[in-house]
């Protein structure tokens, strides 16, 4: 009965390889978001979509790519993996536009780790 | 865009006391500031929340304030209790139904001591 999921809980993976993170919702929520948390732990949004739709790309680098097949996934692809990719992402959902009136609903996180 | 700046970076209270973390904010049109607690290698849960039109909110031990003026605001923990450690967040957005993000504070590691 997990709101929202995440897979995998952890990679790690060499410089220069290509890896998806997958983020499933089954709160039929219509807006996810990914956001990636550093080793200061500071967390920003990278990425937003609503109903399939991209709505914010917060000047992440084009390699990452997000891909949205229906409302209820939202996986995030890296190409060429850097060592300043290594973070903890944390994929997110709420019921709609609005962050007022929505609550974010964070998923379990994916710890990468680039060696 | 809008800057969060979060204070203290760390702060230990002996269990039963209070404790108080501030945030500023740059951008005026902010409206919308949430606080989320995240416990140690768990995912951020939003505990309170306040918009621009109210000062203050409360929710039994917890309590957020807002000045407007100053662009600062703050939460507040009474009684504090060992569940209580975790890193908080605060956040900041224009909540106004259209591209909207929260910005983030840089978190204040909270640790309660028994």
């Known amino acids: 009965d997990t709101a929202v999921s995440q897979t995998p809980k952890y990679l790690v993976t060499q410089m220069g390889n290509d890896k998806s993170i997958k983020c499933e919702q089954n709160l039929g929520h219509d807006t996810m978001y990914w956001y990636k948390q550093d080793s200061k732990k500071f967390l920003k949004i990278m990425f937003s979509?609503?109903?399939?739709?991209?709505?914010i790309n917060e000047t992440v680098p084009n390699r990452f790519s997000p891909k949205s097949p229906d409302k209820a996934h939202l996986n995030l692809h890296i190409n060429s993996l850097e060592l300043g990719d290594s973070a903890v992402y944390f994929c997110a959902s709420s019921q709609g536009l609005g962050l007022a009136h929505y609550e974010q609903y964070f998923g379990p996180g994916t710890r990468l780790t680039v060696t | 865009g809008e800057n969060v700046e979060q204070h203290p970076s760390t702060l230990s209270v002996q269990e039963g006391d209070s404790a108080v973390i501030k945030c500023t904010y740059s951008d005026s049109a902010s409206n919308y500031f949430p606080w989320y607690k995240q416990e140690l290698g768990k995912r951020p849960q939003l505990i309170i929340d306040?918009?621009?039109?109210?000062g203050e909110k409360k929710d039994q031990r917890i309590a957020v304030t807002l000045n407007k003026t100053a662009k600062h605001f703050s939460l507040h923990i009474t009684e504090t209790q060992p569940e209580d450690s975790a890193v908080y967040f605060c956040a900041a957005s224009r909540a106004n139904f259209g591209n909207e993000k929260l910005t983030f504070g840089t978190g204040t590691r909270l640790t309660i001591i028994p």
């Open positions: 306040i918009r621009s039109n109210v």
């Open positions: 979509y609503n109903n399939k739709e991209l709505i």
